[in-house]
């Protein structure tokens, strides 16, 4: 089991930043696939963007050049930098771990959310 804690949400006006943190249960290195995704209200999840172990981070191109994800192996945490933030960026995000379970099968995991809202 792999536990995932988000933080940093929170209320910010237009063009504003702001900064995501995941604490992750386990090493990160143990993790195959690490990613932030947001869900709007009654909209599908979207994926924003993952680091694959050993390789670059990838994004959607809806915050290619606004966001960045990165990590700190040392204190098992996944951050999301989100600059230039507009209201189309309202939703709670997620954090997800993908790990091998056994027999070339994978197991996600996500954290509870944490609401993020764009607004004057």
């Known amino acids: 089991q792999v536990q995932l804690v988000e933080s940093g949400g929170g209320s910010v006006q237009p063009g ?38 050993g390789g670059s981070p990838d994004y959607a191109d809806s915050v290619k050049g606004r966001f960045t994800i990165s990590t700190d192996n040392a204190k098992n945490t996944v951050y999301l930098q989100m600059n230039s933030l507009g209201p189309e960026d309202t939703a709670v995000y997620y954090c997800n771990a993908r790990k091998p379970s056994g ?9 509870q959310g944490t609401q993020v809202t764009v607004s004057t």
């Open 16 to 53: 504003g930043s702001l900064r995501l943190s995941c604490l992750v249960s386990t090493d990160i290195v143990s993790i195959s696939v690490i990613g932030w995704y947001r869900q709007a209200p009654g909209k599908q999840r979207e994926l924003l963007a993952f680091i694959i172990r």
């Open 103 to 111: 027999l070339g099968a994978f197991a996600d995991y996500w954290g």
